[in-house]
């Protein structure tokens, strides 16, 4: 079966420092991959999508970028931290183009 | 543009009663309606697709129906288990793999 690992669960990161989220999923190949972010009470807004490796799409022009460098794999870094870029990151994979999502247990994080 | 609003924000429900969750969209071509659950501090957990309007999906005590303007989550005699954040997107068909999510319904059951 498929398996999707997020980590840290939580961070703590001051403004101004670099930031680098990983992503890995198991059990399938050439998934496509997503990174969410939800602020709270608010609902999931879409950051970047990838269908293949070294393919990365942006939704959201923002101090954030993504990488794929194995099929398996997705990152979601920062050069620099803002205040604005703390909530609830969310990495998530389907087997295609309009199916349904499979999220990861997300990290929180506070940028202070 | 797609947009989805998701009704009550918050619901408390005593065991046992039944209630239904909204979720209203707008987009120019549905290709899906998802319904996720999603508990305090963890991702969202798939719950079901709708394509049509007109079609129903059940689980356990929850059932969701689908037209054309909205989806409905029903929840039947809820347990405090039950008790999550429900939430609501859409994929249109000119949006590649772009899911726009609603706001949610923070889902409080008590014995």
């Not at chain 1, 101004?16 to 190949?29: F, K």
């Not at chain 1, 879409?46 to 942006?58: A, C, N, R």
């Not at chain 2, 994929?91 to 899911?99: D, E, H, P, S």
Request: hydrophobic residues 35%; aromatic residues 10%; proline residues 6%.
């Amino acid at each position: 079966s498929q398996t999707i690992h997020q980590w840290p669960a939580t961070l703590v990161q001051p403004v101004g420092s670099p930031l680098s989220l990983e992503c890995t999923v198991e059990g399938t190949s050439n998934p496509n991959l997503y990174w969410y972010r939800q602020a709270a009470g608010r609902g999931l807004q879409l950051l970047f999508y990838s269908v293949g490796i070294g393919q990365i799409s942006s939704e959201v022009p923002q101090n954030l970028s993504a990488s794929r460098p194995q099929d398996r794999q997705f990152i979601l870094s920062s050069k620099k931290l803002l205040l604005s870029d703390s909530g609830f990151y969310l990495c998530a994979w389907s087997p295609g183009v309009g199916e349904k999502l499979f999220f990861g247990s997300g990290t929180q994080l506070s940028v202070l | 543009e797609d947009q989805v609003t998701q009704s009550p924000e918050a619901l408390r429900l005593q065991e046992g009663e039944s209630s239904s969750l909204n979720c209203s969209y707008t987009v120019s071509g549905l290709r899906g309606l998802f319904w996720y659950r999603q508990d305090p501090g963890k991702g969202p957990e798939f719950l079901f697709t709708l394509y049509s309007a007109g079609e129903e999906k059940e689980k356990e005590r929850l059932k969701a129906t689908l037209t054309k303007k909205e989806s409905f989550l029903h929840i039947t005699a809820p347990k405090p288990e039950d008790s999550a954040t429900y939430l609501c997107a859409v994929r249109a068909f000119n949006a590649g793999n772009m899911l726009t999510f609603g706001g949610g319904t923070r889902l409080m059951v008590k014995p």
